[in-house]
Nanobody
């Protein structure tokens, strides 16, 4: 059974940084398409970044250049480094495993991943609040 547990959220001021971590069990970190999605109050879930088994990454436009997704297979952990945070980044952030076609499809697939049946497993999330 795949289990994902997020940590690292918190409250920061606009322009600040946070690094989210996702410890994963039940699947080898580099063997699957994985990513992060977020959900703000009153809004739909939005996929923001994905990383494929070959290390290739995809980002939606609104986070490109500010967020970096990475993995550490030895630690069975997925990361999301978030820099230059904005108030519109305020949301609950979740890590997830997705069908391989999500990562291969790039950002246009990643953004919709949490709204489709291609999401296999996800964690409870960690809250990120950015104040202006």
């Amino acid at each position: 059974q795949v289990q994902l547990v997020e940590s690292g959220g918190g409250s920061v001021q606009s322009g600040g940084s946070l690094r989210l971590s996702c410890t994963i069990s039940g699947v080898t970190v580099n063997s699957d398409c994985m990513g992060w999605f977020r959900q703000a109050p009153g809004k739909e879930r939005e996929g923001i970044a994905g990383i494929d088994s070959d290390g290739s990454t995809s980002y939606i436009e609104s986070v490109k250049g500010r967020f970096t997704i990475s993995t550490d297979n030895a630690k069975a952990t997925l990361y999301l480094q978030m820099n230059s945070l904005k108030s519109e980044d305020t949301a609950r952030y979740h890590c997830a495993t997705w069908d391989a076609l999500i990562c291969r499809g790039g950002a246009r697939y990643v953004v919709h991943a949490p709204l489709t049946g291609a999401m296999h497993a996800w964690g409870q999330g960690t809250q990120v609040t950015v104040s202006s």
